[in-house]
């Protein structure tokens, strides 16, 4: 389909400024303005709606697809929640005004401080800061602080430990906040506890913590957790606890009183706020006691007559982690969320993810070759391939039927990876069909896999050739 | 229970074939000492009790004053189709998008904002956005520690104090020197500037218009910055860089903005997005998603994500950043806008709102006491200097319902006197009458 500056037309307009300004030129000298105007597409309204509503059904997507990503947890997003993040008093409320007088943005404080309340019931932390504007900048902000936390007792402390089976976040956001990487290799699909021993021994007074997935990215629960906590308790490492896979344990697991000092939630995950096509997301980090006195600022306090007030004394704070108080449009859906289906629902909702995934799984075993077989998995599990069948060509053979593939060649340590999770949204009926799709496809696949090859044939467009997009760079209208 | 479809009898067949009794029995593996007390949370609620308390709570924020609050984050029309094609499920329900052939709306989308976002600042090409102005500053800082292999950054002070703050947490751990090049009242100290830049520096950081809204040409220090083999970094307003000289025409290797002018509501502090744009000879060193043109299988064109090599899914601890997401709905929403106002209609709305400004200044300066911080061009804010603390006048002047500005001093020490005051189509020449006359009783 041609782009919007194809459809683009000298002089037409969709938006009238009716403004007696004069020109720029009448206001600032020539040298401080641009020759030409900006080369933006000049098009009616109807041209831009129709134009991006084409795009727009090119895409598929949780409301009309199942979508099975492992690790994102794509479950249904609830339509109220749109209405709530847009209401006026939240829409066009200017940040700086909280600054300038708390009075008037005393809703805002108490959205920003009722989550933080519900969100430390949930996990056992002491205190959430909301300001991280996605998972990674969560996790960015968590291992920030554990590195305030070692330097204010003194000490230099440059290594993190991290599990092979780790998103490539962990070691990504680590080496950015200036730690050494130490991988930590798997035994039986978790971290070993040896493993962990091991490193201690060897960088002892050098380990400043260990980041966990838990459950871990196989959708295996930690069964050796209580071991690798007192492993690292033994010289003042911190244990990290990356959220991406909260949907698994709410009512279940308390991170904080499971031991974790620092954890990040994704609330485009757990908490059912829409993806966007790849964000916005916001990725709230709680602490321990430990690291209160780190945290970013400005924290929101309730004050003895009821109001909220920003506080942005803290001496040993790190500092901004964004420019104001996060992603508060997201905020706003994750706390409508969690007040609809309280306690209660969210337990279920872990309890059914559970359940799906576990369904899922045990009807494929016949189908896929799943590793682990024996244990239960969490919210989501793996698979391999089965007779020499590539992931990817069954991936796209599931678009074919109209099926988003589930997470293909992630984690890296399990052979023609595929990672499903149907999250706790999906009936039983989407599941067995999905189980249908698959044993279709497998066996198309061991008769004729050049079948397999072909897919998809029947979307926008075939298989793209990824290789020569990378060499010869076309990343505007204007390079070719 | 909301959103969950099985019915109890479903449940019993689904745990028959799983093999277990009870759905709890699929949780044993946690270890017994970990398990979870029940919830203290509050009971589920219904979607209109929720929906009540949150429109309670919306209710008791301030919006419907008079304000001329800007300080990067400026309240703009936005067309309400921006709202009806950014609301369509096809778009706001997908995820990143992993699987091409599925997913050519929304890669398209990135590419045509890539385009946009190039053109606009007239350099090669851009990425997929990152999370916040803020973000895109450091990210930009860190292309240039990678490209120049340096770890000094040059930063103007007149560079947007919320996300200095930013770059001094994030570099906090890393070994990088930052030096901070002092403003005179508002104005980029050019000649310090040139001084600082050095064959040891990675980079020189500036934006235009300033944080105090002066409206200034960095060629010369970029043209500096390249004899020293460092990279020269903006940060641009996108409204106004309609009208002003490019950081392309000024020789700029990396543009940074915070996108938020641009299609986004101003809700609170987030979620906006960084945009950022480079020469080519940078794009490998480019953080985050970008989107490239490809052809299928039978040669008819589409859209892929692209350079992923340098992603930390790839490259884990040696990624160039550990940007995940992009801010894709936020990158369309800022398309739509870019779209629907077209090239005329982005340019009239910064000439319209760079004459309110003026008309603000002929008003203000008009009152005892009143002058403008300095002499120099600025666009659609500007700092006043007053005959008493700005913070003292903005709280007043609130109880009257209007808001002035921003008082200065609470980012700028030895600023107590200066209120950066922004004007955008949202204001009137009758709103500034009002605010003229609300500053004249309190002066």
């Known amino acids: 389909m041609n782009t919007i500056f194809a459809a683009s037309v000298p002089g037409r307009r969709a938006w009238t400024v009716n403004s007696q300004a004069p020109r720029a030129t009448d206001m600032l000298p020539a040298g401080l303005l641009r020759a030409n105007p900006p080369r933006l597409p000049q098009c009616s309204e109807l041209d831009v709606v129709r134009h991006y509503t084409r795009l727009s059904q090119m895409n598929y997507h949780v409301d009309a697809n199942f979508y099975p990503l492992g690790s994102c947890t794509m479950k249904y997003n609830p339509k109220f929640m749109e209405y709530v993040a847009q209401l006026p008093g939240f829409a066009r409320l200017h940040p700086l005004l909280a600054q300038l007088d708390g009075r008037a943005a005393q809703g805002a404080l108490h959205v920003l401080y009722e989550i933080e309340q519900l969100l430390c019931e949930l996990t056992g932390m002491k205190a959430f800061t909301l300001q991280p504007m996605a998972g990674a900048n969560g996790e960015f902000t968590g291992v920030t602080l554990m590195a305030a936390y070692h330097k204010a007792k003194g000490r230099q402390r440059n290594i993190m430990l991290i599990p092979d089976a780790a998103h490539g976040t962990n070691p990504a956001s680590a080496s950015l906040a200036g730690f050494t990487v130490v991988n930590l290799e798997s035994r039986d699909g978790m971290v070993n506890p040896e493993a962990v021993a091991k490193a201690v021994q060897e960088h002892g007074e050098q380990v400043a913590g260990l980041m966990m997935t838990c459950p871990n990215t196989l959708g295996l629960m930690e069964t050796q957790l209580p071991r690798i906590v007192e492993a690292l308790r033994a010289v003042d490492a911190l244990l990290y606890y990356d959220g991406a896979n909260m949907n698994a344990i709410m009512g279940k697991m308390r991170v904080g009183d499971a031991g974790f000092d620092v954890v990040h939630l994704n609330v485009h995950k757990t908490f059912g706020t829409p993806h966007g096509g790849g964000g916005p997301g916001a990725g709230p980090v709680g602490v321990s006691e430990k690291l209160l006195p780190f945290l970013p600022l400005p924290r929101v306090r309730r004050m003895e007559d009821g109001t909220f007030a920003l506080i942005e004394d803290a001496p040993q704070s790190v500092g901004h982690i964004g420019p104001f108080y996060g992603s508060f449009g997201v905020i706003i859906k994750a706390l409508a969320y969690i007040l609809r289906l309280g306690g209660e629902g969210l337990t279920r909702a872990s309890e059914h993810a559970v359940l799906n995934a576990n369904y899922l799984k045990k009807r494929l075993e016949d189908v896929l070759e799943i590793p682990f077989k024996e244990r239960h998995c969490a919210h989501e599990f793996v698979a391999s391939a089965p007779d020499g069948l590539r992931a990817l060509d069954i991936a796209k053979a599931l678009l074919e039927r109209g099926i988003h593939a589930p997470t293909v060649y992630f984690p890296l340590i399990v052979h023609e990876c595929l990672m499903p999770e149907p999250t706790e949204t999906e009936s039983k009926q989407t599941l067995d069909s999905f189980v249908q799709a698959m044993r279709d496809i497998v066996d198309t696949g061991r008769t004729n896999p050049e079948a397999l090859h072909e897919a998809p044939t029947r979307l926008p467009v075939r298989r793209l050739d990824e290789t020569s997009a990378a060499r010869h760079m076309v990343l505007t209208e204007d390079m070719s | ?443």
């Open chain 2, 1 to 443: 229970m909301p959103y969950i479809p099985h019915t109890p009898d479903e449940v019993q067949e689904m745990l028959a074939v799983i093999g277990v009794r009870s759905v709890e029995d699929l949780f044993a593996d946690i270890p017994a000492n970990m398990r979870s007390r029940q919830l203290d949370l509050p009971k589920g609620r219904s979607e209109s009790a929720v929906c009540a308390h949150l429109e309670q709570l919306a209710a008791q924020n301030r919006v419907d004053g008079i304000s001329f609050l800007g300080a990067g984050y400026y309240a703009h029309d936005i067309p309400k189709a921006v709202d009806a094609l950014a609301g369509r499920s096809e778009f706001y329900t997908a995820y990143t998008p992993y699987q091409a052939e599925c997913s050519q709306g929304t890669l398209q989308a990135i590419f045509e904002f890539q385009t946009a976002v190039s053109r606009l600042v007239e350099l090669d090409c851009a990425n997929a956005s990152v999370y916040d102005g803020g973000t895109a500053l450091f990210e930009a800082a860190m292309m240039a520690v990678r490209i120049a292999k340096r770890r000094t950054l040059v930063v103007d002070e007149a560079v947007n104090p919320f996300w200095r703050a930013m770059l001094a947490t994030y570099t906090a751990n890393l070994d990088i020197e930052i030096r901070t090049v002092g403003q005179r009242d508002g104005v980029s100290d050019k000649d310090a500037l040139m001084a600082a830049v050095d064959e040891h520096c990675a980079a020189v950081i500036v934006q235009n218009p300033n944080f105090f809204g002066v409206v200034d040409d960095y060629s010369p220090i970029f043209e500096r910055a390249r004899g020293c083999k460092a990279l020269g970094i903006i940060s641009v307003y996108p409204v106004l860089q309609s009208v002003l000289k490019t950081p392309g025409e000024m020789g700029a290797d990396v543009a940074v903005a915070e996108g938020q002018s641009l299609g986004q509501p101003l809700s609170f502090g987030g979620p906006y997005l960084g945009l950022m744009a480079c020469r080519k000879e940078h794009v490998r060193q480019f953080p985050g998603r970008i989107v490239g043109r490809s052809t299928d299988v039978e040669g008819k064109t589409g859209y892929v994500l692209t350079l992923q090599a340098r992603e930390q899914h790839i490259r884990r601890a040696k990624a160039t950043s550990n940007i995940c997401s992009n801010q894709a709905l936020c990158a369309l929403r800022a398309l739509l806008h870019m779209a629907l106002l077209g090239p005329e209609g982005l340019m009239r709305t910064a000439e319209n709102n760079m004459a309110l400004t003026r008309y603000a200044v002929k008003r203000l300066t008009a009152l005892p006491g009143v002058s403008l911080c300095n002499s120099a061009p600025y666009g659609s804010e500007v700092a006043l200097r007053l005959p008493l603390p700005a913070a003292t006048l903005v709280q007043a002047a609130m109880a009257q319902g209007v808001l002035p500005g921003y008082p200065l001093g609470k980012t700028y020490a030895g600023m107590e006197h200066v209120l950066l005051l922004s004007c955008t189509e949202v204001n009137d020449h009758g709103q500034v009458d009002r605010l003229a006359e609300t500053l004249g009783g309190l002066l």
